[in-house]
């Protein structure tokens, strides 16, 4: 079994994976200093864009392609290169469409698809540097606004606005983008796999509350499952679960994807945001919580070996918490040490100065008695 991995900044996810089941790596990567490039078994430097990975793919004959991107700028070129290699030449991309591809790296047409499918939304709109009376009226009445670039990620270019001055600064800096509704609540990310017409969704996960200043997740503590004061927590879980799915294969998903969402605390309902078609930056929470891993899932599709079934089935119910540390002195932020050993068991992951630490617990007392031995909370 040989597989060619695009992209090595996450190889270090997955290296251990596949020296124990024995599937040659290839990666194939545009930055000559990366760290995990000695990992796999062979790698090729190429210039940016898909045209030489696929080549690649091709000359080397391998069984199956993953894209190893934690960004939306390369995922509609990669779709374009999934077409080509699955119907020329039966080599699988684990990965999505074009079709869905476009869709979630555009916001608004994110939106678009979310209001046609009738699929809960914060209300919104577009607004252009010499066009935003909209805005202006709903922060007239005391409607804060989340402002957003048509194509962006990672909280880049993100603004809550409460005022005219926020907003004009707004504009000094950008000359469009989208308006949302803001709605005060938990945010959360659920991640769904999907492949061959099958759909998992894994376990919804907290990722703090939406607050004015527009801190990012990273910066917050979270936790897994989703748990929401004064609801059935079963019963919305359950709900977020069908949402994942619905949105999956509506949209036509493949390999893995992150849904987020903010739960509204005055309406007491989902309000899905974005679909990031790509893997998330809380996979290490989901493992803890499921003992899914989902990088290794991705390669089981590759490889001709994942069952929807089996998956369904090795899914467990622990508690997890992951801490931002910064820089923590430990030596075990490497490949070596990124499973979890047991039901009570910690890994850290991240780059220098925004290291975090994920927990897994039997239970959640567990896992914040292990967060207090390491003395993180």
């Not at 070129?77 to 020329?88: G, I, S």
Request: glycine share 6%; net charge neutral; aromatic share 6%.
């Amino acid at each position: 079994m040989k597989i060619l991995f695009i992209g090595a900044r996450l190889f270090d996810d997955v290296a251990l994976y596949t020296k124990k089941n024995c599937i040659r790596s290839i990666i194939s990567e545009s930055n000559a200093q990366s760290p995990n490039l000695k990992l796999a078994d062979s790698n090729y430097i190429v210039s940016r864009g898909m045209e030489e990975p696929m080549k690649i793919a091709i000359q080397e004959e391998v069984d199956g392609v993953v894209p190893l991107i934690g960004i939306d700028g390369p995922l509609i070129e990669v779709a374009t290169m999934k077409e080509k290699l699955e119907e020329e030449y039966g080599i699988p991309v684990v990965a999505s469409p074009v079709s869905a591809a476009k869709t979630c790296v555009n916001k608004f047409k994110t939106k678009e698809f979310f209001v046609k499918n009738n699929i809960k939304t914060p209300e919104y709109f577009k607004i252009t540097k010499n066009d935003h009376e909209n805005i202006q009226q709903k922060i007239e009445n005391h409607e804060p606004m989340v402002l957003k670039q048509i194509e962006g990620q990672g909280g880049s270019g993100i603004r809550i606005i409460s005022s005219n001055d926020h907003c004009e600064k707004y504009f000094q800096e950008f000359e469009n983008g989208v308006a949302e509704k803001f709605i005060e609540g938990p945010e959360i990310s659920i991640e769904v796999l999907r492949w061959k017409g099958k759909s998992v969704p894994l376990v919804p996960v907290y990722k703090g509350e939406t607050t004015l200043d527009c801190i990012h997740p990273l910066k917050k503590i979270k936790k897994a499952p989703l748990k929401i004061n004064n609801i059935n927590n079963e019963e919305n879980n359950l709900k977020i679960q069908k949402i994942a799915v619905d949105i999956a294969e509506k949209l036509g998903l493949e390999g893995t994807a992150d849904i987020d969402l903010i739960f509204n605390t005055e309406t007491r309902e989902n309000n899905v945001i974005e679909i990031n078609a790509r893997p998330s930056g809380t996979r290490y929470l989901t493992n803890a919580a499921t003992g899914v891993n989902i990088m290794h899932e991705l390669i089981d599709m590759a490889s001709g070996n994942w069952n929807d079934l089996k998956l369904r089935n090795k899914i467990k119910n622990y508690s997890a918490l992951e801490i931002p540390v910064g820089s923590y002195l430990s030596n075990k932020n490497n490949y070596k040490y990124r499973e979890f050993t047991n039901k009570n068991s910690w890994i850290i992951h991240g780059p220098n100065n925004y290291e975090r630490i994920t927990i897994r617990g039997e239970t959640l007392a567990e896992a914040v008695k292990i967060s207090e031995d390491l003395k993180i909370l």
